[in-house]
């Protein structure tokens, strides 16, 4: 992977694994420099994400976030993220709300460039800009 970001020259290399601590998971996880851990306001993805963060730890990933996904419009956002930073100890980039839209897609498009003005849109562009620094 270090060789590949060398040849392309490239700023940041997303890498996104599947749930759960695998072999690929751990590997990407160790060589990270910034790890975002994608999560839903659910007790199941709550305690996979304490066990990855304490996994990271101990790997020492420089940077760790946690953008936490799909949060029925029922709940307030400032409070959602203000929970998950205080239950993870953790740095929240982003709360994205559940999006009719993202469904409707079913993975066919990419979910930007369909809908570039979508207030997701918005705060996946916000997070971009978190990771490279900016």
Request: glycine letters at 2%.
């Amino acid at each position: 992977m270090r060789q590949i970001i060398k040849e392309l020259n490239l700023d940041v290399l997303l890498i996104d694994t599947h749930p759960g601590l695998n072999e690929e998971t751990m590997l990407s996880i160790a060589i990270s420099h910034t790890l975002i851990i994608v999560l839903r306001p659910d007790q199941q993805d709550y305690a996979g994400t304490s066990v990855t963060l304490e996994v990271a730890s101990a790997l020492n990933v420089p940077n760790m976030m946690l953008l936490v996904n799909k949060v029925p419009p029922i709940f307030a956002t400032h409070a959602v993220q203000e929970h998950i930073a205080a239950s993870f100890n953790c740095r929240v980039a982003a709360v994205l709300p559940h999006a009719y839209e993202m469904m409707e897609l079913t993975s066919s498009d990419i979910f930007a460039l369909r809908y570039p003005d979508h207030p997701i849109t918005h705060t996946i562009k916000h997070v971009a800009h978190m990771v490279l620094g900016e």
